[in-house]
């Protein structure tokens, strides 16, 4: 089940609900190029596809931290950002330029306080999994 984010209550948000997926545009080199200004990431393995080429990869390739934005935006579009308490990923695998990443999560526990424990990850358009982690959620 998913939830507006008006809506959501402890008492309402069950253990397996999900959260309304969020799929966006595939990763293009302005995408990329953009993501290293706002970030301050200017590794050119991400915006230089000779250097990409040079260190062994078939083309420039995502910001790990660009797909963790991704799920950030996922969480905060189900609660507002000063419900977060904890927010943490690890990076699974490579995202190729042109992926079409999707975000997903789900609510795997409930604790005292209010608080729930979601299982958040982003995938590619083939289902690949790029980005796993976990976030702690207030709610009321």
């Not at 301050?40 to 931290?65: C, E, L, Q, S």
């Not at 950002?81 to 699974?92: G, I, N, P, Y």
């Not at 490579?94 to 729930?116: P, W, Y």
Request: charged share 15%; glycine share 8%; aromatic share 6%.
């Amino acid at each position: 089940m998913s939830t507006a984010v008006n809506d959501l209550t402890y008492a309402g948000v069950a253990v397996g609900d999900t959260l309304p997926p969020l799929t966006q545009r595939a990763i293009s080199r302005t995408t990329l190029a953009l993501f290293a200004g706002a970030s301050g990431d200017h590794n050119p393995i991400h915006i230089d596809i000779d250097f990409a080429k040079a260190a062994g990869m078939p083309d420039v390739f995502a910001h790990g931290m660009l797909n963790m934005a991704y799920l950030g935006h996922l969480v905060t579009a189900w609660v507002p950002q000063t419900a977060v308490r904890e927010f943490s990923t690890r990076f699974v695998a490579i995202t190729q330029i042109h992926a079409v990443v999707t975000c997903t999560g789900r609510v795997v526990e409930k604790h005292a306080g209010n608080l729930v424990t979601l299982e958040i990850q982003a995938a590619d358009q083939h289902g690949d999994v790029k980005l796993a982690g976990q976030a702690l959620v207030a709610l009321p």
